[in-house]
Structure formats: structure tokens, C-alpha cells
């Protein structure tokens, strides 16, 4: 019986399962299993309505950042770091407000401070968004349980964000400092944000940022650390009034081996100066972050070190300036103005190598040169040094006598007043100022002056850097090209002088220092009247050096001279340069039409370069070529010769080494060097 109820009810089993098996494979297809269809109608619409909110939150988010973006106006108001030309730090200047605050990247500081740094600080800096619940967890529960806030949680990223809008120490702080973080996250790499920390870090007082503190608390670039300094440079912001280790050394030093895990020795005892040399010449530089200058920073200490001694030695309310410029690229290698120990009354704060002062005789070889440019005069033709009018305007030589007859080449090196100023009337004052300012040169006359035969003699004020400049074309090729100071200033290269002119004046001005042994070295001195401008300047095939001694108020100081006061200062400045071809170039030029053939150009037959002669007896000189008549000069002082002979008898004063240099009308130039023995 019970068999064929069975088997009665079969159909309706099989039915039962078929439509089982048909619905669940329905509600499968629709990845809804177990759901029947309004179920699955709200689930579909909580799943749109989660999305759209993810939207509405995100687009909020982004509506927030852009209405609110971070505030980086600190970090955007730095002060300015003046570089030399390797990078190395010539001077600093606070940010507006007197606050000494730095740009700073994380590739600036030295790897064993940002090791430190995001050791003690936020050791899961690289891994999170900005936040650390874990870390704000404990620090409220560590709170809650002093009753006060012991700790505040706050990674890296918060401590930028804290940095970069300060704000009480709140809740409502914290919170902002939060979104804040994850802002930050948003914009920023991780190393950017470093970077925030490190320019805005406080150390105390009127320090912010980890390189004013290196500098202010080590007198070392951030990049130069050592572990012990970089600890202290770590811990510092904790409490920065609290660690100051000038203040509170004991507190300082504790913090510093806690973080070292080590003694790390005696902290700082007090701040050391910032940084300021050649503060005159890079003062107007102020501004950019960063400033890279053509300075040479040894040489700038060397100079500066010089100009202190020096000043000792002045009379009272004296001050000085000193420039040394490389002479094919113009570029300033350092600059002088009063030296470091300067006091009020010596107008340290003054630039200068930018004061409009008389020149005297320094603007002499100028007038030379172009008259050898234009055929008035050569080295060896004869000028009269005799008493003349020129209308109402009678000069005198310096010391009130007359020389009577002389060379040109002579006449420029004793400095002659009556010879240029016969030269400048035969040029033409008005045309040699036009030579000038065509070369960027200013003469500064009086109000409503124009050229005059006085300037042969200083008549015209111009500055240390525009003289200098005018040395280095007769140092190098005769073109224009003013002193810079920033790399990116152009190169020389405009016309001024012409090659052969500036050779032929580099040859006569080359000629020892008194009471020095230096060789090859081209220089000319100048003085204005009453002595209130004392002037040298000497170059050689690399270098050009100024210098102007004087008081910065115009009074006269008596008796000073550009020979007595300055040249000394030239003479000591070469001492100090790095070794260089001491003579005046040689320029080698194109032959040209018309110009003298290669067969019948100058050149000396004897000696040959670097011969050994005997200095029992007289030598002969013999050269060959050129147009006549022929120069001679020795170690830049000229011999005595018969201008139409090619050869000359010299009887050597010592065994050394000499230079033996001969000039022909048209300037060329021949040189050789010799030994006496």
C-alpha cells in the first residue's frame, strides 16, 4: 500500500523539485540569490544611493579644497641665501619681520638628520594618508589619564599642517589639523611635505626652519651634519623655548642624548652670527630664496681679512674698496667696502665700489690708447712735458715741475700731466666721453657741464666697478664688457679699444711693484686733488684688481696718493691670488687686408725663448720685422735705444729670470723670457 501511494505521489514530488531548481536558478542569474524581487529593488537603490553619497562626499571634499586651499604664505616668505659660485654660503638675509626662515627641501639636509627626524617623530610617516588613528588613540587615552595633554599624536603631516597655520592648542585645532594632513596628502609628495617641516620648524626666538638653526646654533650648512647635531636639531622643536640651548643647555642636552641614545657632548652655549660677507655688493640682491653670484668665497675671506689690517693703518675716518674681476669674463670675484671690522664712522654700511669719486690720473691710458688708434702718437714718439696753455686752463704736474722732453710710453708711466692733456685736446674731450658711454662707461660731470680737457686729469667723477672694467679690456682684447656680480649677466664682447692699442698700453704699464718682486703685473695709479681719492689698478692676462682709498664724506686727506695708500693694496691683493700667467695677453688676430705680411711680422731673433745667457758682459737684442720705430722693454721698463735700429747692447744688473718684450709703430708685439745666469 505504502508502495503505491509512492509511486502516486512521484509526479507531484518531480514537480515540486523543478520548480525549486527553476527559482533558484532565477534568483542566481540575478546575483541576488535568496531575494525575491522588491527585496532586490531596495537593495539595488541603497547600492545607487551609497554611491551617489561616496560622489556627493567626494565632490564636497573637493568643493571644501578648493575654497579652503592650504594657506603656504609662510613658507612662500623666506629669506634669502646669497651663494658663491660652488654654492658655498656668502651671506643671509632674515625674512620680512626680522624672522630668519629659510627655504629648505628634504635633498638639502644631511640624510642622518631626516633618518633622526622620522625615527622619533612619525616612524610610519612613509605609509600613511596623513593620519594615524593608532597614534591619536594612545595619545587620548595617555591624555585622559594625566588629565592633561601629554601627548598630542600628531604626525609629520599634521605638524606641517600645524606649522603652516598655527592655531591654540584645541580640539577644534586638532580637528582642522586632521583635514588638514589628509589635504596635504592630496597635493603633496611625502618628501614635500618634509620639506614644510623643515623650513618652518621652530628653534627658538626669531629661528625657524632646520637651516637657520644649523647656522644660528653650529655656524654649519644643514647638509654637514654630524649625528649629534642633527639629534639636537630634532628635538629642539618639541619646546623651542624650553630647549633653547643658550637658555636651558642642561634641557637641551637631555633631550638631544635621548633621541642620540648616546652622550652626545656639550650643547651650544649661545648663537653664532649669521653669515654677511661682501654685504654691501649683494645687499640689493635680497629677495629670491636663493642667489647664486660669481663670488669666489675663500678669496672674499682673504680680501676681507686684508681690508681689516689695512684699515688699522688708515687715518681716522678713512675707509677702502677693493674689487678683483676676471678679466675675460668680467665676473665679480670679490668685493670689498670698508672691511669687516668697519665701524660707524667709516660708512661700512656704504658700497663703495659704487661711489661716484674723481679718478686723477687713472683714466690716463685711455686717452693713450686712442691715441695710438687714431696715429697721433706710438709708445716711442716724442711728447714735450713743458709749461702750455690750453685758453684760460694751465695744468701742472703732480710735484709742480716739467720733464721737458719724453716719450709717449714714458710720459704715461710717470703719469705726466701736460702730455695727456695735449693728447685729449688733439681727441677731442667731447668725443672721448662719447668713446665711453658708448662702451656703457657714465662719467658723471657736474649739472650742466659738458667734456672738458680737465678730465685727462679727473675732471669727471666715475665708480670703482666701471674703471675696473675699463682695465680689463686693456688686459684682454680691448672690448667693453662692465664688472657682474650674477652669472647670467653678459658676456664682454662690444667694441671699445682696439687690440693693438690695448696691448701696446698693458705693455707699458707693465712694470715691477715697488717694494715687490712680482712679475708681469700691468698697473696705474691715480689721485684727486687734495687727496681725496687715492686709486690702482693692475691686471694680468686673468685678473683685474681695484682699489680706493679715501673718506666715503669727500674730505680731503692730505698727502695721500693713489702710489702710497692703494698700490700696496693692488701688490698685497696678487700676493693673495692663485697662480696665473703674470703677463699682459697676447692677442692673436686674423691678417687682413693691407696689414703687415707673416714674412715681415715683429719678432725677436735673439735671445730665443727661454735662452741662458752669460751675464759676464753686455747682450745683444735683435729683432726682426715690424714697422719702425722699435720699443724695448725689460721686465715692462723700456731700454734705451736708437729708435731706427733693430738691436740694442743690454748689460743684465743680476742673474734671474727676465722678460724681454719689444713694440713696433703699429703695436705689434714680440716677447720672449730669458735666464741670466
Not at 541576488?32 to 561616496?54: D, H, N
Not at 631626516?114 to 588613528?133: I, K, Q, S, Y
Not at 689695512?310 to 675675460?328: F, H, I, T, Y
Not at 695708500?565 to 692677442?587: G, K, S, Y
Request: positive net charge.
Amino acid at each position: 500500500m505504502r508502495v503505491v501511494l509512492a509511486i502516486r505521489n512521484l509526479p507531484c514530488r518531480v514537480a515540486r523539485k523543478s520548480r525549486a531548481v527553476t527559482e533558484r536558478r532565477e534568483h542566481h542569474a540575478t546575483g541576488l540569490g535568496g531575494f525575491s524581487p522588491g527585496t532586490r529593488t531596495i537593495a539595488i537603490r541603497l547600492g545607487l544611493g551609497a554611491a551617489l553619497a561616496l560622489v556627493a562626499m567626494a565632490g564636497a571634499a573637493l568643493a571644501l579644497d578648493r575654497l579652503f586651499p592650504p594657506n603656504l604664505s609662510r613658507i612662500a616668505t623666506t629669506g634669502t641665501e646669497i651663494l658663491d659660485r660652488q654654492g658655498r654660503t656668502v651671506a643671509l638675509f632674515p625674512a620680512p619681520g626680522g624672522v630668519w626662515r629659510f627655504r629648505t627641501a628634504a635633498d638639502d639636509v644631511a640624510p642622518v638628520l631626516l633618518h633622526m627626524l622620522v625615527a622619533t617623530e612619525d616612524r610610519h610617516f612613509w605609509h600613511h594618508p596623513g593620519v594615524n588613528p593608532l597614534s591619536l588613540l594612545r595619545a587620548s587615552v595617555q591624555d585622559l589619564r594625566a588629565g592633561r595633554i601629554v601627548s598630542g599624536g600628531s604626525t609629520l603631516t599634521m605638524q606641517a599642517a600645524r606649522l603652516l597655520e598655527p592655531r591654540p592648542r584645541t580640539v577644534r585645532s586638532k580637528l582642522i589639523e586632521i583635514a588638514r594632513a589628509f589635504q596635504l596628502e592630496w597635493h603633496y609628495s611625502k618628501r614635500e611635505i618634509l620639506g614644510i617641516w623643515l623650513t618652518l620648524a621652530p628653534y627658538g626666538g626669531n629661528l625657524e626652519g632646520v637651516r637657520a638653526g644649523s647656522m644660528a646654533w653650529f655656524g654649519a650648512s644643514v647638509r654637514n651634519l654630524d649625528a649629534a647635531q642633527a639629534a639636537l636639531l630634532v628635538g629642539i622643536p618639541r619646546r623651542p623655548e624650553a630647549l633653547r640651548p643658550d637658555r636651558h643647555r642642561d634641557a637641551a642636552r637631555a633631550v638631544r642624548d635621548r633621541i642620540l641614545a648616546a652622550d652626545g657632548g656639550d650643547v651650544p652655549r649661545s648663537r653664532l652670527p649669521f653669515p654677511r660677507h661682501a654685504p654691501q655688493a649683494v645687499a640689493r640682491l635680497a629677495g629670491p630664496a636663493r642667489v647664486t653670484t660669481t663670488i669666489d668665497l675663500p678669496l672674499q675671506f682673504a680680501l676681507e681679512r686684508l681690508a681689516s689690517d689695512q684699515l688699522r693703518r688708515l687715518p681716522g675716518r678713512a675707509s677702502l674698496a677693493l674689487l678683483v674681476v676676471d678679466a675675460r669674463t668680467r665676473e665679480i670675484r670679490a668685493a670689498v667696502s670698508g672691511g669687516e671690522q668697519t665701524s660707524e664712522a667709516r660708512s661700512s654700511a656704504l658700497d663703495l665700489t659704487r661711489a661716484v669719486r674723481s679718478p686723477g690720473s687713472a683714466m690716463k691710458p685711455f686717452i693713450y690708447a686712442m691715441a695710438f688708434e687714431g696715429g697721433i702718437v706710438g709708445p716711442e714718439t716724442n711728447v714735450e712735458d713743458l709749461p702750455r696753455h690750453f685758453g684760460a686752463y694751465a695744468p701742472e704736474d703732480f710735484d709742480r715741475g716739467f720733464a721737458g722732453g719724453v716719450t709717449a710710453g714714458e710720459a704715461l708711466r710717470r703719469s705726466l700731466n701736460l702730455p695727456a692733456v695735449a693728447l685729449l685736446d688733439q681727441l677731442g674731450p667731447a668725443q672721448f666721453a662719447a668713446r665711453l658711454k658708448l662702451a656703457g662707461v657714465a662719467l658723471h660731470l657736474p649739472p650742466g657741464a659738458a667734456p672738458s680737457l680737465p678730465l685727462a686729469l679727473g675732471g669727471a667723477g666715475i665708480t670703482l666697478r666701471d674703471l675696473t672694467g675699463m682695465y680689463a679690456a686693456l688686459a684682454t682684447d680691448g672690448s667693453a664688457g662692465a664688472p657682474r656680480i650674477l652669472p647670467e649677466g653678459t658676456v664682454p664682447g662690444g667694441p671699445f679699444l682696439q687690440t693693438r692699442a690695448a696691448e701696446a698700453i698693458a705693455a707699458v704699464l707693465t712694470q715691477p711693484f715697488p717694494d715687490s718682486s712680482l712679475p708681469g703685473i700691468a698697473w696705474k695709479t691715480g689721485t684727486s686733488w687734495g687727496g681725496r681719492d687715492s686709486w690702482a689698478v693692475g691686471f694680468d692676462r686673468t685678473q683685474v684688481v681695484g682699489a680706493w682709498v679715501g673718506r666715503p664724506d669727500g674730505t680731503p686727506l692730505p698727502g695721500a696718493t693713489g702710489r702710497a695708500l692703494a698700490l700696496p693694496l693692488v701688490a698685497r691683493v696678487f700676493e693673495i691670488l692663485p697662480a696665473a700667467p703674470r703677463d699682459p695677453p697676447v692677442i692673436a688676430r686674423p691678417s687682413a687686408a693691407g696689414s703687415v705680411s707673416a714674412s715681415n711680422a715683429l719678432r725677436l731673433l735673439f735671445p730665443p725663448p727661454n735662452a741662458v745667457v752669460s751675464g759676464d758682459g753686455p747682450v745683444t737684442l735683435r729683432a726682426m720685422g715690424g714697422r719702425r720705430p722699435l720699443t724695448f722693454l725689460m721686465n715692462g721698463a723700456p731700454l734705451r735705444t736708437d729708435p731706427a735700429r733693430r738691436e740694442i747692447s743690454w748689460l743684465p744688473p743680476a742673474p734671474g729670470f727676465y722678460r724681454l718684450t719689444v713694440l713696433d709703430g703699429d703695436g705689434g708685439v714680440a716677447r720672449v723670457s730669458l735666464r741670466v745666469k
